[in-house]
């Protein structure tokens, strides 16, 4: 007598936007949407929410595997809330800190190469764009290969983007000067900044690193593309 095989049951669309993780992103969003709107008002509450919004974002991703809830549409979610955060706050420093065109080209930076690996992912046919084992460079895979590596220099870099926003006083504060002062300074907040300044650096060489590999990957499709008949 045959066995029954149990045929999978298929999730509705609301299920799977009413995902426990994607529950978490869509309070990230709030949450940050009321940081953003008190920032000037209350450095610290908004540094304190904006930095549980990060902390989420590791979250989201442990119970979407904890719960088997991993999807599309989460990973996306995760991925914009990620950038338009960071890219709020560097639009921020660009206003509080001179030159401001250094927090405007970081933000193109991170928006850019992560644009463009997200891209080139898909050309590939891979299902994450974290999935580099394929690369030459070893840091690139250090970074994505090693969640704690990877960790580390995100904290890092938020971490020393909310210092500097502690730091600034009046709007118009030359960066070197805040930089400087706050390494002799001493207090806590100089210690983050000195602390997270390492794990900055990384990640804005892996940002340079991806961006130029997912370019390479988009070159070589369209030559691939032409050399077809």
Known sequence: MAKNKSIPIKPSKLSVYLYIPNIIGYTRVLMNCFAFAICFSNKWLFCALYFISFVCDGIDGWVARKFNQVSTFGAVLDMVTDRI????????????????????????????????QMYSTFLL???????????????????????????????????????????????????????????????????????????????????????????????????????RP
């Not at 999935?131 to 690139?140: G, Q, Y």
């Open 125 to 227: 046919g891979k299902a994450s764009h974290k999935d580099v084992k394929d690369s030459t460079n070893w840091l690139f895979k250090a970074y994505y290969g090693n969640r704690m590596f990877m960790a580390y220099c995100c904290v890092g870099c938020e971490v020393l983007y909310i210092s500097l926003f502690l730091l600034v006083q009046n709007e118009t504060e030359k960066l070197m000067d805040v930089l400087k002062a706050s390494i002799t300074e001493g207090s806590l907040v100089s210690v983050l900044v000195v602390l997270s300044l390492f794990g900055w650096a990384i990640k804005q060489l892996v940002n340079i690193i991806q961006m130029k590999t997912a370019a390479d990957v988009c070159v070589l499709h369209d030559i691939n593309k032409k050399e």
């Open 85 to 116: 955060s960071t890219a709020c706050l560097l639009v921020i420093l660009s206003q509080v800190y001179r030159p401001g065109m250094v927090f405007l080209s970081l933000l193109a930076l991170d928006i850019g190469s992560h644009w463009l």
